[in-house]
Structure formats: C-alpha cells, structure tokens
C-alpha cells in the first residue's frame, strides 16, 4: 500500500485525519470515530452473481499493523529523505501534500523510536454560517469593524472550523484587508470580495510573535490567529484589537469563564491593568462543544455565547468573571444573543438536532431537560 491510495481513501470515506503509527493499521477519523483502513481491492477479483457481488463490496478487509519498515517505506513515497531522516532524530515537521485535487496537512513525528504520522485534510469549501447551524448572532459578530472574538472549546470542538467560517463570512460580503497566521493551515481560503494572505508559521514565517509583528506593518482589518499560546501572542493580539482591527482567534479552554481566566493568566500582571485591557477589547467569548445529530450521521456545534455589553465590560474590568456571574449576564440578555451552554442544548434538542441522551451527557441543569 502507498500513501497515496490511504488519501484516496481518506477521500472516498470523507475522513478528516489519518493516523499512521507502528503497531496498529492506519486508523482515519470519520465523523469523530476512528476506524481502520481498508485493504485495496484486486482488480483480479472477479465475481459472478450479484448476491456476491454485493456481499464482496461490504466486506472491510483490515489492513495488517504497520511495521516500522513498512511505516518508513509509506512516507517515503511521499516525502523527502531528508527531513524524514531529521525526524528520525526527534525533529518534528509539517508538509502539504496532495492527492485528488484535495490538499492535505501531513505532521511526522517519531514515537517510541519510530516515525508516526498524522494527515489532516485541508478544506477548500469553507462551510458558511447557515450549513455549520451557528447562531444567528455569529453573523452580527462578522460585522464588528475592531475587538476580540475568541472561539474556545476542548481539543477536535470544531474550533477552527467555526472561525474560518466567520472570517470566510467577510470575505464573502465586504472587502476588507485578510491575513491569517496559523500553525498549522487547516482551510484554503480563496480571495472573493476582501483580498486575504494566509501565513504559516514555520513555513512562512518563524514564530507567531514574528508573523503578528509583521501584520501589524501590513495594513490589515481583519486578523485571525491560529491559537493564542503565549503571553506575548496574547498581548500582540489585543494590541492589535485595541489599535481598530478586528481579531479571531482560539484557545482551549470548556467554557467562556474558563477561557477569561486563561487569558488573564496569559497577560499576567498587573492583573487590574489586565481586566481594564481585556475589557476594552474583547467583542465576544464563544465555547464550543461537537455532539452527534440525531439523524442523519455527522456532528453540530453547542454554544456558549458572551458578548461585550457594557455590563459584562464592566465585570471583565471588576474581575467578576467566575462561572455563575457570568451564567447571570448570560441568561439576563437573551435577546442579545448570548446563551449559556445549557441553553444552547436545549435549543438543539427542542429542534430536532440532537437527541435527548446527547443533550443530557452535556447538560449542567439536568431538571432542565423536558421529559422524554
């Protein structure tokens, strides 16, 4: 098997990732499940009646445990010499590949003395705000012209996902000046009515520090930043919210009050000059959760919603941003388009989107939950 044929069949299997690891067959993540890969078919396989013909197309025959010959063989039908020989010696490293017309996002690695790789497919269809059943209020955040709008969520919440999306909004619907700094790049996004550059870090640029200070110089409206890691990315990020642009970015972090205290911790002290600042320029916190639909297959976002009214400016700076005062301001202004976690699952359940067991493994009030 070449790795070209696993990215057919990432392909053909609408997979997100792909993990190629010693010991285990390649695995690919469908709809958030991982399964393993499928052996190629024979074209020297022939059969007679339809009743087998149909039993042979069914059947899912697994392909056998990597070996770390066989791993190394795989990459190198794809990848350059040296940079596996370099990470080999513990030398990570990010490549495009491509396959199909399709782009795709591949990090190799070595793991208990191995290499390892995982291949993300990099989306050249944005999906708009409608296809994702984002709030109706994610549109009105896109018309902001400066602040912050922090998307957080655990680790594979469809981050990302929801903030290209915002971005790809304006693009779509006024002209603005677009730059991206991301590490990795996950989506292709296409100049439409706003001109956009995408800078990858590592490949475009060396740091994220580097590559904000560099847009800062590059008459920019509106910059998303892949994730705000350090306290230097954070302070350039509300810098440039509080200099009249517009930010996105992500962090990891399960819910809005989660996501204020990390980001304090990141701009560190003083911590009163630190809620004054993030007052000032925050437009909106979003937690994201992914749960499975009810029907058909695939998954939709919950969100959390806090948005910057003059009362939840006015916690920020006062510090009073724990997890109930916050639940307060959020169930207060409903009108304004801010909800809590529990009301966003509930509103999916009421709709028919989720189903109750899906609303309830999530839901913080369980006497919320209407019977069954």
């Known amino acids: 098997m070449e790795l070209d044929s ?21 695995v690919f993540r469908v709809d958030g499940n991982l399964v393993t890969a499928r ?16 039993h042979h197309l069914l059947r899912e025959d697994q392909v056998p445990n990597l070996t770390p010959e066989n791993l190394d063989a795989l990459l190198q039908t794809a990848l350059p010499e040296d940079r596996l020989a370099g990470a080999r010696q513990g030398g990570d490293f990010f490549a495009t590949l491509r396959h199909g017309g399709q782009t795709f996002r591949c990090q190799v690695f070595r793991e208990r003395g191995n290499l390892a790789a995982a291949i993300r497919v990099i989306p050249e269809v944005v999906f708009t705000l409608d296809e994702l059943r984002l709030p109706p209020v994610f549109e009105k955040l896109t018309q902001a012209k400066r602040g912050l709008i922090l998307v957080v969520g655990p680790t594979g919440s469809g981050k990302t996902t929801t903030l290209v999306s915002l971005v790809d909004h304006i693009n779509r619907t006024r002209s603005e000046r677009i730059y991206t700094v991301e590490d ?10 706003s001109l956009v550059t995408q800078r990858i870090v590592g490949e475009d640029v060396e740091s994220y520090e580097r590559g904000l200070r560099s847009v800062m110089d590059a008459d920019p409206d509106v910059v998303l930043i892949g994730e705000l890691r350090t306290p230097e990315t954070a302070r350039l990020a509300l810098e440039l919210a509080e200099t009249g642009h517009l930010v996105f970015s992500q962090m990891t972090a399960e819910t809005v009050a989660d996501a204020l205290a990390r980001l304090l911790g990141l701009l560190g002290e003083p911590r009163d000059a630190a809620q004054r600042l993030l007052a000032r320029t925050t437009q909106a916190v979003i937690a994201q959760r992914l749960l499975p639909r009810a029907a058909p297959t695939g998954r939709v976002a919950a969100n959390e919603v806090l948005l910057a009214t003059p009362r939840v400016r006015q ?3 006062d510090g009073q941003t724990d997890a109930a005062l916050l639940a307060l301001a959020m169930e207060a202004s409903p009108q304004s388009g801010m909800q809590t976690m529990d009301d966003a699952l509930l509103g999916l359940y009421a709709a028919g989107v989720i189903s109750r067991e899906a609303a309830a493994s999530h839901l913080k009030e369980q006497g919320r939950l209407p019977m069954g």
């Open 6 to 26: 696993l990215l057919a069949q990432m392909i053909e299997r609408k997979a997100s990732d792909l993990h190629l690891a010693v010991g285990v067959p390649p």
């Open 39 to 54: 052996a190629p078919r024979s074209p020297l396989e022939i059969v007679d009646s339809r009743e087998e013909q149909v």
């Open 184 to 193: 990795p790049m996950y989506y292709v996004l296409s100049s439409r009515l």
């Open 315 to 317: 916690m920020i700076a």
